[in-house]
């Protein structure tokens, strides 16, 4: 009953939310026009392919995700790797391989692949929210030059309206009054600006429902299972790490392995319907909560007005100024950013700084989100794995009459501090009897058992009686299972101070 109600309030909602949301999704709605155009150019397919795929998903997602208020849609991270495969098989293999990719991230979301969300640090988002940044401000230089001069004064004064709007009143979100503002300017002074049309043709009528015209084989299946794989991981990623700046932004927590799901089966309803693949947009989620969008109505009603937009207003739409859009995408793109991480990088830890910055430098060079995020986390790890080993301490501990060597160890024993573990323990060549007090450290893995292992094997051929003690429980529980050495010299507890 709980969950029932927690989702028909993610929809409802109070009167002002749902004022707030359907005003929100009129804006995104707007914003995705150009978006889904260019990315159907990368993809190399017709402009209704991004279309009809960002009115699908963001429709279905509605209903099927688990983040409310975030926004899906075609995008360039999925379009940048069907490129190939439409060039040498055509669309209906894209379509095919659409449907296979919702497939692999339904799989994704039973098997809980969301939880690997877990190995993402901090420095790393910040990073690729900084990276999209960029991104999205530099996808707007190709319409901020070679233009004419009215095209700055446009972007200037809906700048102007974006930010000063909301000083008289909130009611209605500030981009969508500069894009209505600036959209009658235009057309009433036939202002010499690109326009939405520039960017290509508008589809006419509605997408119809239709199965990919390809063979059922496994050929089929080794063509398009490379693409799916990579549109599925990719995709992934994006909207969960996306779910997480909205979490961040709205302070709520939104449920990523329904998300997961719910990608998934928009990718294929959008395929079935002429689409491409798509996942969350950083930036139109952006527009959509900063314009008040909280609820799932503002994504339904992003996609079901973008469909409006298409088949009842196409002429119309394609007079809407770009530099109108552009305005917009600049908000975009300074609201995204981070800008504490700037000073940030002073004050907190230099690895930390560093992990940020590349993952800004590898998604801005390669346009790769996934190898910009996946360079993050693997930093990440190398780094906390250094921490750790440094953190390992042994001391030693010589008796009074040179009989025995007592070595206390303290902290992690694992693959990175195993090396640390094995010189440190080198009793001089007097001492019969060793003792190994681990009673204030953990072995974490099979490494630390085979370290352990050679150490004691090691001082039994040096004719040296060897006692290992003080275990903690997981600890003894591996040594029980994966040591080579005679487990007559493991004992629980610590040996006496």
Known sequence: MNRFTDYRRQWVGDFPQVRRDLLAGIVVA???????????????????????????????????????????AATAAVAVVVGPLVRDHGVDYLFAATILMGLIQILAGLLRLDLVMQFVSRSVITGFVNAL???????????????????????????????????????????LVAILVLSAVSMYW??????????????????HFALPQVPLTLETLRIIFPYSLTMAAVGLLESLLTAQIVDDMTETSGDKRQECMGQGSANIVAALFGGMGGCAMIGQSVINVTSGGRGRLSTFVAGSFLLFLLAALGP??????????????????????????????????????IVMVLTVVVVVATRDL????????????????????????????IALDGSRATYRVTGQVFFA??????????????????????SGAHLWDISAVAALDKLVLRLRRDDRNVLVTGYNEASADLVDRFALHDKTSVEMGAIPH
Request: glycine share 8%; hydrophobic share 50%; proline share 9%.
């Open 30 to 72: 707007l914003a995705l026009i150009p978006e889904a155009i260019g990315f159907a150019i990368i993809a190399g397919v017709d402009p209704r392919v991004g279309l009809y795929a960002s009115v699908a998903i963001a429709v279905v997602i509605a209903f099927t995700g688990g983040r409310p208020g975030m926004i899906s």
């Open 133 to 175: 940044a960029i991104l999205i401000f530099m996808a707007q230089l190709p319409q901020l030059t070679g233009v004419s001069w009215q095209t700055y004064v446009m972007v200037a004064a809906g700048l102007a309206i974006i930010y000063l709007f909301p000083r008289l009143t909130k009611a209605v979100p500030s981009p």
């Open 370 to 397: 996934s190898l910009g995020v996946l360079t993050g986390v693997l930093l990440s790890g190398i780094f906390f794995a250094g921490k750790v080993r440094r953190m390992l301490s042994i001391q030693e501990e």
């Open 316 to 353: 119309y739409v394609g007079r809407i100024p770009m530099p109108a859009l552009v305005a917009v995408m600049i908000m975009v793109s300074i609201g995204t950013f981070s800008w504490n991480s700037i000073p940030n990088l002073r004050r907190h830890p230099v690895p930390s700084s």
């Open 417 to 438: 501090s195993v090396d640390v573990f094995s010189r440190a323990i080198q009793p001089p060549g007097s001492i019969r009897q060793v003792v190994i007090d681990v």
């Open 190 to 207: 036939q202002l010499p600006v690109n326009t939405v049309s520039d960017m290509g043709k508008l589809p006419e009528g509605l997408p």
